[in-house]
């Protein structure tokens, strides 16, 4: 497979995100400002770093249906820790985003250890996560964070917001390890084949369980960047994410098979998602018109990429 | 292999009571209950001074046309479809304002802020909102008051600073004490009862909870409270989840709590369904249109709410009055159109009035 | 099926538990669970309590049967819960708008088989992956039931639409269907050519193709089938209770799937059978009324059920090595 075709959903994708950009841009003056980008960066981080996980979950032919959930979980175990069992609010940061990435390592070890399906094991600890947030919490809130918490979610570094250097930062690591790094070749042959990439010598199991333990530590880190945004914890935190994230992934170009993607691809799918979200309510859409929107434009994009892909003789 | 499933329902077993001894009803928040007398003789209101907060420079909007958006927990449920007419009722009837409503469509707290941050930034004059938490709203709130946007809540309160006005259904505690003596005038001083909930995190249901089981140790302590179930905004869940229950307690059970709109049609639908009228007692918040048919039919007595139309209208009404500079801080009351006068409350809060108790004799009155 | 044919060589019983070994496992947790809770609250046990079980979860059940079948083939629908929801508000629209009942029950399970013969088609012919095209369609059919209806409920049905209510010799008519689709369903899977077409096609979509089949016909088809198991669980979602609600049901999609997956379908397509994902709903209902009979906190009840999904899937991964 050469660099050209595997880059060309992601031309497809790149060309449809600009066009999406002027014509709302054209819909709405409000639009176009850096305050209003900005802004929506600020408002996609979250989902943002989860997505750069997930794409190389989803390229090594898996799935994880529980970032949602890790999220909810980290969220809570930082109140718990700060609130209830008093730590530092650094040392609860750092406790819960060890969790969270501890829990992202058991999705790994039950996929990789006992041979349990992606979509299966991680079914399993969507409900299992989510219900020990419950369960720990109480449903209860954790509020009255100090001013400086805040930071992470509402504070910006030379005008930009923090978590969208975060997420930029996290974008190249991700791209990096993902385009250039023999671990990120791994990645890709085990999604192309599984068998072949064992035989070959690639420590597939290592190689998964990393991945799926990053998976925990984005969902935590994000956990950690939302609770500081909306200054308080709840339990049903980031119900519904694993959707959001997927279908910025696979819009992205991220094959579902596995064996094909790129960290480049997922940006411009959350971008355009992102755009349109915003564009559309800035030019009077209401929210359940841009729902049916999404669906007709995640359809259409994969659509064309098939298409072209075909007329080419791909 | 079958040894693990085993173990975990054994283990299962062993957790059994655990969830008996904390004191508080399940599903109630920890925020402390201020319960009211038992003969509903009132408590003196301590006069608090105006806590809620104010728009940065905002424009004159006095007598001008204003754009306003109405955000509520979630669209496409009956409850906010009733306040959203209020909403345009209130906005043909003042003739100078352009309403609408758009949200999320479940309740969830990031999505809300999404929509209210997209209309901060398309610049609307004011905005309503229903808040899905009232902590995690309170920074975009925040924002839009800031930008010099007038801000008023109502149905679900955000902390005081993060808007100017809210405007309250009822209060916490009145709600409670209808529901628990609504309940105890069907099933006695001392019947079991079980409540049929949303989520435990929604913040209005376990807060009406928390007062619910404080007034009742205080004027019905012999009303034994069994179990809280979850059942979402969920028809069908909440049915099975009522009908479980029903299953479970036998006879030792007399009544259910529905605490939303569609949690207490379900469970009589549950009660009725289990051939059980007249032996449980349905007693919750509902629309009366929902609950006519049971009510009718003699299977469910008494059904608490107020009024989500005039909710709606009013929190217009509030709106409009603060972007005219008619509302201001340390006012007592205000005037609402057609609803009169309301009176202020807690500093910043307005009443709409005491929740209503819908009986067979005048629910065919009502309409929504 | 090709489970059984493997190996010749064993014993009949081993072949059969190779066969059906899920499924084994999934009925004995059922009949575990009857007496566990049997003995510690008898009540659990009551006709009353197994009744309303049954009939309060067998849509469900359904939905799994076709969920299966799509899963068998190797795609994924997680569309099925928002197309529940649109069956459901366009059988009680009808019904309240005057048409007789059965065009109110006939109707939308055919828009839902229209719909689905659609997603099958672009699955199908433009290689789409599945779970892409129903991620769209959840969209598109959750933001347009909301646009059309607002969420306005449907009551004042008529008496004879509530199918599901009706209780032929005292058992609840949900049941009947369950059990019976459920058996029409297996004995089409195994005994028809388009029932074994569908694990040949889930197995190895080009080895189906050089053995005749036609791969793409065959999906097509699938999800038609899914359609219409999908569109007789809205019916009687719809026919359950007084009023409609005219929204998607919250995490419907999770529910089926997971009943398929834990009933022993495999997500790599091509083995399962359809009485296994009916034994699974059974079995997660069974678990939700337990756990509640069990006084286990309610704080705890999801986490305690992530646990015991867990568990049957470990289960199940430590019985498979043992078998093969």
Redesign the interface.
């Known amino acids: 497979m050469t660099a050209s075709r595997l880059l060309r959903h992601e031309t497809i994708l790149g060309v449809l995100t600009v066009i999406a950009l002027i014509v709302l841009a054209s819909l709405s003056d409000k639009f176009f400002t850096a305050e209003n980008l900005l802004n929506q960066g600020r408002l996609m981080s979250e989902v943002g770093l989860v997505a750069l996980a997930m794409t190389f979950v989803i390229v090594t032919g898996g799935i994880d249906l529980s970032v949602g959930s890790i999220l909810g979980l980290t969220a809570i175990l930082l109140g718990v820790f700060w609130k209830n069992l008093g730590l530092p609010l650094p040392a609860a940061m750092v406790l819960a985003l060890a969790c969270g990435t501890f829990a992202g390592w058991v999705n790994g070890l039950i996929i990789t250890r006992f041979r349990v399906p992606p979509l299966i094991a991680t079914l399993a600890t969507l409900a299992l996560y989510r219900g020990l947030a419950e369960g720990i919490s109480e449903a209860r809130s954790v509020r009255g964070y100090p001013e400086w918490f805040f930071f992470f979610g509402q504070g910006e570094v030379l005008g930009v917001p923090f978590q969208l250097w975060v997420l930029g930062l996290a974008t190249i690591v991700a791209a990096v390890i993902l385009g250039l790094t023999p671990f990120g070749r791994a990645t890709y042959a085990i999604g192309a084949n599984e068998t072949a990439a064992r035989f070959s010598g690639i420590r597939v199991d290592a190689v998964k369980l990393w991945i799926y333990t990053g998976a925990g530590f984005c969902s935590a880190l994000a956990a950690v960047i939302f609770v500081s945004r909306v200054t308080t914890t709840r339990s049903d935190m980031g119900t519904g994410l694993e959707l959001d994230v997927i279908t910025g992934v696979v819009l992205g170009g991220t094959s579902i098979f596995g064996g094909r993607g790129t960290i480049i691809g997922t940006v411009l799918g959350l971008i355009l998602i992102q755009a349109l979200k915003n564009g559309l309510a800035l030019s009077g859409v209401k929210g359940d018109g841009t729902i049916v929107v999404i669906g007709l434009v995640l359809i259409g994009a994969i659509l064309a990429g098939a298409l072209f892909d075909r007329n080419r003789g791909g | 292999m079958k040894k693990l499933t085993m173990a975990a329902i054994v283990s299962l077993g062993l957790m059994t009571g655990s969830a008996l001894a904390a004191s508080a009803w399940t599903g109630g928040d920890d925020l402390p209950t201020n319960p009211l007398a038992c003969d509903g003789t009132p408590s003196p209101a301590a006069a608090k001074p105006y806590d809620g907060g104010s728009p940065t420079n905002p424009p004159d909007r006095k007598g001008k046309k204003i754009t306003v958006v109405d955000v509520p927990k979630l669209i496409g449920i009956g409850y906010f479809n009733a306040t959203s007419k209020g909403i345009q009722d209130a906005a043909a009837e003042l003739g100078n304002v352009d309403a609408k409503t758009d949200g999320p469509t479940k309740a969830n707290i990031d999505e809300q802020i999404t929509f209210l941050d997209n209309y901060i930034t398309s610049g609307v004059d004011g905005i309503l909102f229903a808040a899905n938490d009232p902590v995690a709203i309170a920074p975009v709130l925040k924002k839009a008051l800031e930008k010099g946007i007038n801000v008023v809540g109502y149905d679900a309160n955000s902390i005081p600073e993060a808007r100017q006005w809210f405007v309250n259904q009822a209060e916490f505690n009145g709600i409670a004490k209808a529901l628990v003596d609504s309940m105890a005038a069907e099933v006695g001083d001392e019947g079991g009862v079980a409540i049929v909930t949303s989520t435990f995190t929604t913040p209005n249901q376990a807060r009406w909870i928390a007062e619910m089981a404080a007034y009742a140790e205080k004027c019905h302590p012999k009303m034994k409270w069994l179990e809280t179930v979850e059942a979402q905004e969920d028809n069908n869940l909440s049915f099975n989840q009522a009908t479980t229950l029903i299953n479970k307690y036998g006879d030792d059970l007399k009544g259910i709590f529905g605490m939303t709109s569609v949690a207490t049609p379900a469970s009589a639908e549950a009660v009725t369904q289990a051939g059980k009228c007249g032996k449980i007692a349905v007693v919750g918040l509902a629309t009366p249109n929902a609950m006519k048919p049971y009510v009718e039919k003699d299977c469910v007595k008494s059904v608490v709410l107020w009024n989500p139309v005039d909710l709606g209208y009013a929190a217009m009404q509030v709106l409009r009055a603060v972007a005219d500079g008619t509302l201001q801080p340390g006012a007592t009351s205000v005037k609402a159109g057609k609803l009169g006068d309301l009176q202020v409350i807690n500093g910043s809060e307005i009443l709409l009035g005491s929740p209503y108790v819908f009986t067979k004799e005048n629910i065919a009155g009502f309409d929504f | 099926m090709t489970a059984l044919s493997a190996h010749p060589g064993r014993s009949a019983l081993h072949r059969f538990i190779g066969g059906y070994g899920q499924e084994i496992?999934v009925l004995?947790?059922i009949v575990?669970?009857f007496v566990?809770v049997g003995i510690?609250?008898p009540?659990?046990l009551?006709d009353?309590?197994i009744n309303?079980i049954f009939a309060?979860?067998a849509y469900i059940a359904i939905a799994a049967i076709g969920m299966s079948m799509v899963i068998i083939a190797g795609h994924i629908d997680?569309s099925v819960g928002a197309l529940i929801g649109v069956i459901a508000t366009i059988a009680g629209t009808l019904a309240v708008n005057g048409y007789p009942v059965w065009v109110a029950w006939v109707v939308p399970i055919l828009f839902a088989m229209a719909v689905n013969a659609g997603v099958g088609a672009?699955v199908a012919y433009?290689?789409?992956?599945s779970?892409?095209?129903t991620?769209?369609?959840?969209?598109?059919l959750?933001?347009?039931?909301?646009?059309i209806?607002?969420?306005?409920?449907i009551?004042d049905l008529p008496t004879e639409f509530m199918i599901a209510?009706m209780r032929p010799f005292g058992i609840p008519s949900a049941v009947y269907f369950m059990v019976l689709l459920t058996a029409v369903a297996a004995l089409f899977m195994r005994y028809t050519d388009f029932g074994r077409s569908i694990y040949a096609v889930g197995g190895n979509m080009e080895a189906a193709r050089a053995a005749g089949i036609n791969p793409e016909r065959t999906v097509v088809g699938v999800f038609i089938l899914h359609g219409l198991f999908a569109g007789i669980a809205g019916i009687l979602?719809a026919t359950?209770?007084?009023?409609?609600?005219?929204?998607?049901?919250?995490n419907l999609e999770?529910t089926v799937?997971?009943a398929s997956?834990?009933g022993g379908v495999?997500?790599?397509g091509g083995t399962g059978t359809v009485i296994g994902s009916t034994l699974a709903a059974i079995l997660f209902a069974c678990i939700?009324?337990a756990?509640?009979?069990?006084?286990?906190?309610?704080?705890?009840?999801?986490?305690?059920?992530?646990?015991?999904?867990?568990?049957?899937?470990?289960?199940?991964?430590?019985?498979r090595?043992r078998v093969t």
């Not at chain 3, 991620?135 to 598109?140: D, K, N, T, W």
């Open positions: 496992v004995l947790s575990a669970l566990v510690i609250n009540r659990f009551s009353t309590n309303s309060g979860n997680v672009l433009t290689r789409i992956p779970i892409v095209v991620l769209g369609m959840l969209s598109i959750k933001g347009g039931l909301i646009s209806t607002a969420g306005e409920w009551s209510q979602f359950q209770l007084q009023v409609i609600q005219s929204t998607v049901p919250p999770l799937i997971t997956v834990i495999s997500i790599l939700g009324s756990l509640i009979f069990l006084n286990v906190s309610a704080y705890w009840l999801r986490a305690v059920l992530g646990l015991l999904i867990l568990a049957t899937v470990l289960a199940d991964m430590a019985r090595r």
